[in-house]
């Protein structure tokens, strides 16, 4: 299978070009050339097979061309080295949990595959592939494990300075070994722009390999859909027409959802859930994609003026707003309603939201709770326990906090700091 730039679709690259190069040269998104659909009786049987299994169909349908089967399947089984349960929150709303994995946020899966994945096309390389990364906090941590020791690549993980959390800073600064953690003075838009710019940098790219293990890269991006469909093989009955709500920043997660979607996963609502960089909400509701300087917020992976994703989006819906409307909901929250969200769901049915998890809960129960035959899951993007000052001074209680979250606080950040001006970047990147 090709993938083609959302630019222009004819610019068309195989797959291990679309996985090392990360941006197309024309600064557009790849996407698959064709998106497979599965039949319904696929979707009928789902429940029969495990999460790997699950992952390893799509795996099949979107990569078989470029890899061997029996390659495949190393690669997606080690990835998918946990599970990502589907749990009962009340009436008919259920969250799909994905911080099972080893960095205990949604990204281990993205992040993991595209790790072996990229290992696998580099095998012959005759110099290192540098992987660049801007993150809001879980991506940072996610990668840096997925890639830790990985040979013949090295990490730089790009963060805004003083706008991740403490545990999150600590996961990606502490690991050393083939991963750097680059402090830049600014945001997280200041970071994407900065890694952008690197691709862009024809002379850069010269002296050095670069990619991204951003959502940018469709090696991150596709195997978002395995738990979407993972998710529908854990209700209890067969929904139709379910709803999906997505805690969204830089909007891969919700792209994922929809390609799951296109793959025949029977979605009726797709929910973007934001803080109040509300930059799509306000897309949704007026038809003008206006990006801006990000805000900081106690969800702050959610911190993005200028969704790196929404090109894809577009693309998916021949870039017409009534098509997007028809299938996608747009909400937004203020800090004190995610902690208003965090406290009542906790008092009230037992469960403890991360921030994010928060926003995706509530606008998954003002789009249905009103519609009595609908159903659906919102996701849980990360454990609590990483965000343990904001839910614990909401809850009045400690929380637990997992033993390896606890190892990496012990451990001290060793991290660069760089301005947010390019050429600080540029210069760091033909030394290292």
Not at 146 to 169: A, C, M, R, T
Not at 239 to 258: W, Y
Not at 375 to 383: D, P, V
């Amino acid at each position: 299978m090709k993938y083609y730039s959302t630019r222009n679709k004819n610019l068309k690259k195989s797959l291990e070009v679309a996985v090392t190069q990360g941006l197309a040269q024309d600064h557009g998104l790849f996407m698959p050339e064709t998106i497979p659909r599965f039949p319904e009786s696929f979707f009928r049987d789902l429940h029969t097979l495990n999460f790997r299994e699950i992952s390893l169909n799509v795996a099949m349908k979107f990569f078989s061309d470029d890899i061997p089967v029996g390659d495949l399947e190393k690669i997606t089984f080690d990835s998918i080295n946990f599970d990502t349960p589907l749990v009962h929150i009340h009436d008919r709303i259920f969250t799909l949990e994905l911080f099972h994995g080893p960095t205990f946020a949604f990204k281990d899966v993205g992040a993991r595959f595209m790790a072996r994945l990229l290992g696998y096309f580099i095998r012959g390389y005759s110099r290192e592939v540098h992987v660049l990364v801007a993150t809001s906090g879980d991506t940072g941590s996610a990668v840096a494990n997925g890639f830790w020791k990985v040979p013949g690549i090295k990490v730089h993980i790009l963060y805004p300075k003083g706008l991740v959390s403490s545990v999150q800073e600590h996961q990606f600064t502490t690991l050393g070994e083939n991963i750097s953690a680059l402090e830049i003075e600014g945001n997280f838009d200041d970071c994407q722009r900065l890694v952008k710019m690197a691709f862009l940098d024809h002379d850069l790219n010269t002296h050095i390999t670069l990619t991204s293990a951003n959502s940018i890269n469709i090696a991150r991006l596709i195997p978002q859909t395995f738990y979407y469909l993972n998710g529908f093989a854990q209700l209890e009955s067969p929904v139709h027409d379910m709803n999906i709500a997505v805690p969204s920043g830089n909007f891969g997660n919700l792209t994922a959802a929809m390609i799951a979607g296109k793959m025949g996963l029977p979605v009726k609502k797709y929910i973007a859930a934001t803080n109040i960089n509300d930059i799509v909400p306000g897309y949704l509701k007026t038809g003008n994609f206006i990006p801006r300087p990000s805000v900081a917020t106690i969800a702050n992976a959610m911190d993005v003026g200028n969704p790196g994703n929404f090109d894809r989006i577009l693309d998916l819906y021949g870039h017409s707003h009534s098509k997007i409307t028809e299938t996608v909901s747009g909400y937004s929250y203020t800090d004190d309603q995610i902690r208003e969200t965090i406290g009542r769901v906790y008092k009230k049915y037992g469960y403890l939201l991360d921030p994010h998890g928060a926003t995706g809960y509530q606008a998954l129960a003002d789009q249905i709770l009103k519609l009595p035959a609908e159903t659906g899951f919102f996701i849980e993007t990360a454990h609590p326990a990483k965000f343990a000052d904001i839910v614990e001074k909401v809850i009045g209680e400690k929380i637990t906090i997992p033993g390896s979250l606890q190892e990496a606080m012990k451990k001290t950040p060793v991290k660069i700091r760089l301005s947010a001006d390019f050429k600080d970047l540029r210069e760091y990147l033909l030394t290292v």
